[in-house]
């Protein structure tokens, strides 16, 4: 049985496939086209799966799509109505109001497409628009038969709906080694809702409880992230790395601006927003989704005027950023304790836009009473791909679970044959290795302080690299941020670079050693382990680790030993293989890479290339 999942009309379009229930591939459409976080439709990504699967979309038995237009439907129009005769009453008139809630952006999302409307009478058109813009999610099959230059009669799949935030849910629990969770699915929002809490075991998910529109732990993070200056989408992660440099002495706004209330629940303060009154667009051309303003003129009322992009960051966006930082963290533990509460469990499965925030993720062990922590490697929108996938196979088809994710690497790989050919065609020298030489070498390299593109095996699904495409380097070297910054990432220096540990090692560099193979958990550094690699030691004393076995990555287990033997640290400096785009996917992007930045060696498969 084959099963094609779909994140589409989205930030971060992707798609997977599965058979019999085993995961053959998923990968993010950005990859492919070379727009960050791209939205629209995912062609590439959709012939990529099939190409991998040995299939063709007429082969395929079930098709889905993690958006369900007709979800929380009622809801959906009594907000519109109730928000259309509070503005009849006001006598105000509204211009290009967004459509409710299509979109989804990592972290936040607000909404897709433009309605424009004014009074009573345009709720009518409002709900039309909306509809209209989901006609697109409808219409799939059709757009699946024109994007493949198929006859539409040639796809006989099933076609299937699956509300947003249940594709999260099922893409943290049926690929978990769980049989039994509490899940969350956390983020701006999708299908009208922003988080979603129930319980998984065996086959089947049932839901809990909800946050509903236009409450949104997502929506506060990127809007604080806008107004500190940072308006592209998916900043917010910026505004993470930035937290730690300032104190939270702005929480009491905070609190104020998002409030928690009984049962798990939270509520925004919307005089901040803009969002639920004036609606925020979204758009993207194929390319990268842009979002308009949501936060509305009370930040300024409150904190004075937005930062502009470009200018000095002060105490002001430090300390900003560490309250909106500490408040989702307190909002965070707060339904996490409820759903604890509920369920009595310890296990937890974890999605969302807002779980890519390691530095949350990292405490609630610590804040809550949850013992073991599963978070699938693409938590944000383009894991719903997958999600859509299992939810189809396991919740509607009630097929057996069998398949637990243990690692990211399901994209493209390259033979050394064709490495070879992209090597050769780029008309740059050349040495090749056996297979035991080539991670002996590379960790010489890092451990001489050399800058090393690191590019093996199948390409990572989710936002890190993780030792296929990544870039490595000595961590012990304090001055490493600055060189890779310098000569390569051009990243804002308060950023920091993450270490990949061997996972057997973790209780000795960190305060807590809970495996965090996807990179998404934040740690403290054991106070005592700081000086010796301060490349990876954020200002706070924290580092977001990719613990690393050999069961899940061998070779780069094997570059890590290496780098081990010779230095006595079990640790390198991992940043992911790119310049100021997509990361990397093909051997020949690798060699771009390396030519236009100052990288010192290049490892592509077994072949290396030296800078001269
Ligand atoms: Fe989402």
């Given at each position: 049985?084959?099963?094609?999942?779909?994140?589409?009309?989205?930030?971060?379009?992707?798609?997977?496939?599965?058979?019999?229930?085993?995961?053959?591939?998923?990968?993010?459409?950005?990859?492919?086209?070379?727009?960050?976080?791209?939205?629209?439709?995912?062609?590439?990504?959709?012939?990529?799966?099939?190409?991998?699967?040995?299939?063709?979309?007429?082969?395929?038995?079930?098709?889905?799509?993690?958006?369900?237009?007709?979800?929380?439907?009622?809801?959906?129009?009594?907000?519109?109505?109730?928000?259309?005769?509070?503005?009849?009453?006001?006598?105000?008139?509204?211009?290009?109001?967004?459509?409710?809630?299509?979109?989804?952006?990592?972290?936040?999302?607000?909404?897709?497409?433009?309605?424009?409307?004014?009074?009573?009478?345009?709720?009518?058109?409002?709900?039309?628009?909306?509809?209209?813009?989901?006609?697109?999610?409808?219409?799939?099959?059709?757009?699946?038969?024109?994007?493949?230059?198929?006859?539409?009669?040639?796809?006989?799949?099933?076609?299937?709906?699956?509300?947003?935030?249940?594709?999260?849910?099922?893409?943290?629990?049926?690929v978990s080694p769980f049989e039994k969770a509490a899940l969350l699915s956390i983020d701006g929002f999708g299908d009208f809702i922003s988080t979603m809490w129930a319980v998984g075991?065996?086959?089947?998910?049932?839901?809990?409880?909800?946050?509903?529109?236009?409450?949104?732990?997502?929506?506060?993070?990127?809007?604080?992230?806008?107004?500190?200056?940072?308006?592209?989408?998916?900043?917010?992660?910026?505004?993470?790395?930035?937290?730690?440099?300032?104190?939270?002495?702005?929480?009491?706004?905070?609190?104020?601006?998002?409030?928690?209330?009984?049962?798990?629940?939270?509520?925004?303060?919307?005089?901040?927003?803009?969002?639920?009154?004036?609606?925020?667009?979204?758009?993207?051309?194929?390319?990268?989704?842009?979002?308009?303003?949501?936060?509305?003129?009370?930040?300024?009322?409150?904190?004075?005027?937005?930062?502009?992009?470009?200018?000095?960051?002060?105490?002001?966006?430090?300390?900003?950023?560490?309250?909106?930082?500490?408040?989702?963290?307190?909002?965070?533990?707060?339904?996490?304790?409820?759903?604890?509460?509920?369920?009595?469990?310890?296990?937890?499965?974890?999605?969302?836009?807002?779980?890519?925030?390691?530095?949350?993720?990292?405490?609630?062990?610590?804040?809550?009473?949850?013992?073991?922590?599963?978070?699938?490697?693409?938590?944000?929108?383009?894991?719903?791909?997958?999600?859509?996938?299992?939810?189809?196979?396991?919740?509607?088809?009630?097929?057996?679970?069998?398949?637990?994710?243990?690692?990211?690497?399901?994209?493209?790989?390259?033979?050394?044959?064709?490495?070879?050919?992209?090597?050769?065609s780029s008309n740059i020298g050349f040495e090749e290795y056996s297979d035991e030489e080539v991670t002996k070498r590379a960790a010489r390299d890092i451990a001489d302080g050399l800058?090393?593109?690191?590019?093996?095996?199948?390409?990572?699904?989710?936002?890190?690299?993780?030792?296929?495409?990544?870039?490595?380097?000595?961590?012990?070297?304090?001055?490493?941020?600055?060189?890779?910054?310098?000569?390569?990432?051009?990243?804002?220096?308060?950023?920091?670079?993450?270490?990949?540990?061997?996972?057997?090692?973790?209780?000795?560099?960190?305060?807590?050693?809970?495996?965090?193979?996807?990179?998404?958990?934040?740690?403290?550094?054991?106070?005592?382990?700081?000086?010796?690699?301060?490349?990876?030691?954020?200002?706070?004393?924290?580092?977001?680790?990719?613990?690393?076995?050999?069961?899940?990555?061998?070779?780069?287990?094997?570059?890590?030993?290496?780098?081990?033997?010779?230095?006595?640290?079990?640790?390198?400096?991992?940043?992911?293989?790119?310049?100021?785009?997509?990361?990397?996917?093909?051997?020949?992007?690798?060699?771009?890479?390396?030519?236009?930045?100052?990288?010192?060696?290049?490892?592509?498969?077994?072949?290396?290339?030296?800078?001269?």
């Open positions: 049985m084959i099963i094609l999942g779909i994140n589409a009309y989205h930030g971060d379009a992707a798609a997977a496939i599965i058979k019999d229930g085993k995961l053959i591939a998923a990968v993010e459409e950005e990859r492919f086209n070379r727009f960050k976080h791209c939205a629209g439709f995912p062609i590439e990504s959709i012939k990529y799966c099939l190409l991998t699967a040995g299939v063709t979309i007429e082969d395929v038995d079930h098709v889905g799509i993690s958006r369900d237009p007709s979800a929380h439907l009622h809801k959906k129009v009594l907000f519109a109505a109730t928000r259309a005769a509070k503005q009849a009453v006001g006598g105000r008139r509204q211009e290009a109001v967004g459509t409710i809630d299509d979109g989804d952006v990592g972290g936040a999302s607000v909404n897709g497409g433009n309605a424009s409307n004014g009074n009573g009478a345009g709720i009518f058109s409002q709900i039309k628009d909306r509809l209209g813009n989901a006609a697109k999610v409808r219409d799939l099959r059709d757009e699946l038969a024109r994007q493949l230059n198929i006859p539409k009669s040639n796809i006989r799949a099933q076609f299937h709906n699956v509300e947003h935030h249940r594709a999260h849910l099922a893409s943290a629990f049926y075991e065996g086959n089947s998910i049932d839901v809990l409880g909800q946050v509903e529109y236009p409450h949104s732990t997502g929506i506060v993070y990127t809007a604080t992230t806008q107004f500190i200056g940072f308006p592209h989408y998916g900043d917010e992660g910026k505004v993470m790395g930035l937290a730690p440099y300032g104190r939270p002495r702005f929480i009491n706004e905070f609190r104020e601006i998002i409030r928690t209330e009984e049962n798990g629940q939270f509520r925004l303060n919307l005089d901040y927003f803009r969002h639920h009154a004036e609606g925020v667009d979204m758009t993207w051309d194929q390319g990268s989704p842009v979002i308009g303003r949501i936060f509305s003129d009370e930040f300024a009322q409150t904190f004075g005027p937005a930062r502009q992009q470009g200018t000095a960051l002060t105490d002001r966006e430090r300390d900003i950023a560490a309250s909106l930082q500490l408040r989702l963290e307190e909002v965070g533990f707060h339904v996490l304790n409820h759903l604890h509460d509920k369920t009595g469990l310890t296990d937890l499965g974890l999605a969302g836009g807002v779980a890519y925030n390691s530095v949350m993720n990292g405490k609630i062990l610590l804040n809550t009473p949850f013992k073991r922590m599963f978070i699938q490697p693409a938590a944000g929108d383009s894991g719903t791909a997958l999600g859509v996938c299992y939810q189809i196979y396991n919740g509607i088809l009630n097929r057996n679970r069998g398949e637990v994710m243990e690692g990211a690497y399901t994209g493209p790989q390259f033979s050394n044959n064709e490495i070879r050919k992209a090597l050769e800058v090393v593109g690191w590019f093996q095996g199948r390409m990572e699904f989710g936002p890190r690299a993780l030792g296929n495409r990544s870039i490595v380097v000595d961590p012990r070297r304090a001055d490493m941020k600055d060189i890779l910054n310098d000569r390569i990432k051009k990243r804002e220096p308060f950023r920091p670079f993450a270490p990949s540990i061997l996972e057997e090692r973790v209780g000795d560099y960190f305060e807590q050693t809970h495996p965090a193979p996807t990179m998404l958990m934040g740690y403290q550094i054991k106070e005592e382990k700081r000086l010796e690699i301060p490349a990876v030691t954020h200002v706070d004393g924290s580092g977001r680790l990719q613990t690393v076995s050999p069961t899940v990555n061998d070779r780069y287990y094997r570059l890590i030993s290496e780098f081990n033997q010779l230095t006595g640290v079990p640790v390198i400096l991992n940043t992911s293989f790119n310049e100021n785009e997509p990361i990397v996917c093909t051997p020949q992007e690798a060699i771009n890479c390396f030519l236009k930045t100052r990288m010192d060696v290049l490892y592509v498969g077994n072949c290396a290339v030296r800078r001269r």
